[in-house]
């Protein structure tokens, strides 16, 4: 499967999001995305239990680990790659988490205005 271009949101090259554990649609450590990526895994975000919670709620248990799928389960500060669409649904339920825009891939902006991603962002893309 091809990628698509590596570009963050702010028109940059896309940074890794996490390698510990091991994100993205790709299971690369990067956001990419390409036509497959139903989901828009897109946004990088560092998880709150907050987050974690309201993922489970509406039927997105990422805390639970799934070995079989080799998914390790999610803490809060882990840092993943989200699909776009739960983001934003978070961010109007007022649960968002913070997000990478270095590590955020352009293609979120399908789904989610820059304004509401800048919102949500950290304040180092290093941290």
């Known amino acids: 499967m091809q990628k698509d271009?590596?570009?963050?949101?702010?028109?940059?090259?896309?940074?890794?999001?996490?390698?510990?554990?091991?994100?993205?649609?790709?299971?690369?450590?990067?956001?990419?995305t390409?036509?497959?990526?139903?989901g828009n895994h897109t946004v990088c975000a560092v998880l709150?239990?907050?987050?974690?919670a309201?993922?489970?709620y509406v039927g997105n248990d990422l805390s639970?680990?799934?070995?079989?799928?080799?998914f390790p389960g999610l803490q809060p500060g882990d840092r993943w790659c989200l699909c776009a669409g739960r983001?934003?649904?978070?961010?109007?339920e007022g649960c968002a988490p913070r997000v990478n825009l270095a590590a955020t891939h352009i293609r979120a902006l399908d789904i989610v205005p820059l304004v509401v991603l800048q919102t949500h962002?950290?304040?180092s893309d290093h941290t």
Do not use: W, Y
């Open 5 to 32: 271009q590596s570009v963050n949101v702010l028109g940059g090259d896309l940074e890794p999001c996490s390698m510990a554990p091991m994100t993205g649609f790709f299971r690369d450590g990067c956001c990419n």
């Open 34 to 38: 390409n036509t497959m990526d139903q």
């Open 48 to 52: 709150t239990a907050e987050f974690l």
């Open 54 to 56: 309201f993922s489970k």
């Open 64 to 70: 639970t680990p799934r070995p079989e799928f080799g």
């Open 87 to 92: 983001f934003l649904q978070a961010h109007d």
């Open 121 to 123: 962002r950290i304040d």
